[in-house]
């Protein structure tokens, strides 16, 4: 989409319920994810371009931050000013793959904290089954970002929101590179309160549950892996 970077859509699959489905689209960050996607690209270079992708999708997933007004003195003379309302925000990775967007958000955002929810997905049912959890004190009044590449069957989204949710969490973020109209349904209908932020929606997804085009395995080509 030339000539914006962001827009917002009530993506409606065959379901009833709407959730708000960001897209979030620049030059920028579709060069480098057309990049991520080739199979020749090294795991390397596709660590760094998923690092880079992760801090420009940021902009637009901190927009709508809460601001205050305090006093500084500069060199000139003192004025009021705008900052953060909240320093404390979370970002959640589902391992493995959703730790290569970390660093590109904690660079945006230094003072974040940072939490983990394991998820593996089980070959024979695609579903996702959790075997770690770890999440900084307080970390459920904050806003919670939960990042992970890939929207697949919306599986792991689905039950990491829930997870979070049942520990008291009420202001949720969904960030992911790509999705499937599959699993944006699936989210939406689990979680209908919780704001999606994508780069591309693709086709959807193959026999094995692998969204199509897509970029293969993100966690194998983050840490070189098969």
Partial sequence: MQGSDFFETDFQGTG???ASLHVITHPL???KLTRMRDVDTPSAEFRSLLKEISLLMGYEITRDFQMKTIEVQTPI???EFPTLKEDFFTIVPILRAGLGMVDGLLELMPFAH???IGLVRNEETHMPEEYYYKMPEGFESSVVMVVDPMLATGGSACDALSSLKARGCTNLR???LIAAPQGIEA???AHP???IYVAAVDQGLNDQAYIVPGLG???DRVFGTR
């Fill in 114 to 116: 940072v939490g983990h």
């Fill in 16 to 18: 009833a319920i709407m």
């Fill in 77 to 79: 003379q003192k004025g």
């Fill in 174 to 176: 969904l960030v992911n």
């Fill in 187 to 189: 989210v939406q209908q």
């Fill in 29 to 31: 960050i579709e060069a």
């Fill in 217 to 219: 395995d993100a966690g």
């Fill in 193 to 195: 309160d919780v704001d």
